[in-house]
């Protein structure tokens, strides 16, 4: 949600997303930046993620210093355009015992040569890929093969890191039917969640992110004949179950948990 649209804030709370992020960088102008960081860091409600500004410039560094002095912090802060592990460790030092827990957007082709790194980095909680910013500067479409490769080596950051991967937005508005195509896509390249940009965006990524209920009792299942095995390899409903498919099974119960 644009910071500058407090009006909206509630109905998008209201709407079924998982989280809901106020944005101070994108979608403010900078001529309305000063504005929208005093209303919405000094009206923060801890319900809310915050994205501000890229730290290496000075719409965020004024972001970062009047969180420091905000009496609530959000429940998720998003950096844009992080580079370095450095500039996690300065967010850190600045905002100390309250630092919420951190998303980074990578959003740059240098951002993703260091990703594995950021992903590492204390505090870091998810990670989220910026392909709109990414794919500018290499010239492609903001399109699934164009950016394939990309969102490849990034997911492996992210589980070098041992984070969930987030990926950017669908931002074809009407085309449901992209949507659902690019959500199992990245579904089955590893991505843990879907950024939207619009409230009807949400039902179709859950639908398609979270676990189903053939999955789960599937999980279940397999878990239940890998304990009674002895923790050994076995054969399981035709496919040898081992320790690394477990983990995949395991992974599904967590998600169908939170």
Same mark, same amino acid.
Request: aromatic share 4%.
């Given at each position: 949600?644009?910071?500058?649209?407090?009006d909206?804030?509630?109905?998008a709370?209201?709407s079924?997303?998982?989280?809901?992020?106020?944005?101070?960088?994108?979608?403010?102008p900078?001529e309305?930046?000063?504005?929208?960081?005093?209303?919405?860091i000094?009206?923060?409600?801890?319900?809310f993620?915050l994205?501000?500004n890229?730290?290496?410039?000075?719409?965020?560094?004024a972001?970062?210093?009047a969180l420091?002095?905000?009496e609530t912090?959000?429940?998720l802060?998003?950096v844009?355009k992080?580079?370095?592990a450095a500039?996690i460790a300065?967010?850190?030092?600045i905002?100390e015992?309250?630092t919420?827990?951190i998303?980074?957007?990578?959003?740059?082709?240098r951002g993703?040569?260091?990703?594995?790194a /950021?992903?590492?980095?204390?505090?870091?909680?998810?990670?989220?890929f910026?392909?709109?910013?990414?794919?500018?500067?290499?010239?492609?479409?903001?399109?699934?093969?164009p950016?394939?490769?990309?969102?490849?080596?990034?997911?492996?950051?992210?589980?070098?890191?041992?984070v969930?991967a987030?990926?950017?937005?669908? /931002?074809t508005?009407?085309?449901?039917?992209?949507?659902?195509?690019?959500?199992?896509?990245?579904?089955a390249?590893?991505?843990?969640?879907?950024?939207?940009?619009?409230?009807?965006?949400i039902?179709? /990524?859950h639908?398609i992110?979270?676990?189903?209920?053939?999955?789960?009792a599937?999980?279940?299942?397999a878990?239940?004949a890998?304990?009674?095995g002895g923790?050994?390899?076995?054969?399981f409903?035709g496919?040898?179950?081992?320790a690394?498919?477990?983990?995949?099974?395991?992974r599904?119960l967590?998600?169908a948990?939170?």
């Amino acid at each position: 949600m644009p910071g500058t649209r407090p009006d909206r804030f509630a109905k998008a709370l209201a709407s079924g997303a998982d989280a809901v992020c106020i944005d101070l960088e994108d979608s403010v102008p900078a001529e309305g930046k000063a504005a929208a960081r005093a209303a919405v860091i000094g009206a923060m409600d801890a319900d809310f993620a915050l994205r501000i500004n890229g730290l290496t410039t000075r719409a965020g560094l004024a972001d970062l210093l009047a969180l420091a002095e905000a009496e609530t912090m959000p429940r998720l802060l998003l950096v844009p355009k992080v580079e370095s592990a450095a500039e996690i460790a300065m967010l850190r030092a600045i905002l100390e015992d309250r630092t919420p827990p951190i998303v980074p957007l990578i959003e740059t082709a240098r951002g993703l040569r260091e990703a594995h790194a /950021i992903a590492a980095a204390p505090g870091v909680a998810a990670m989220m890929f910026g392909g709109g910013d990414l794919s500018a500067e290499l010239g492609v479409a903001l399109a699934w093969g164009p950016l394939v490769h990309a969102r490849s080596a990034f997911v492996l950051a992210c589980a070098e890191g041992g984070v969930p991967a987030i990926d950017v937005p669908f /931002i074809t508005l009407d085309n449901v039917e992209g949507l659902a195509a690019e959500t199992r896509a990245a579904k089955a390249l590893g991505f843990a969640a879907k950024a939207a940009i619009h409230p009807a965006q949400i039902a179709p /990524i859950h639908a398609i992110l979270r676990p189903t209920a053939d999955e789960i009792a599937e999980a279940r299942a397999a878990l239940a004949a890998f304990d009674a095995g002895g923790g050994r390899a076995i054969r399981f409903n035709g496919q040898m179950l081992e320790a690394p498919i477990v983990r995949r099974f395991r992974r599904i119960l967590n998600n169908a948990e939170h």
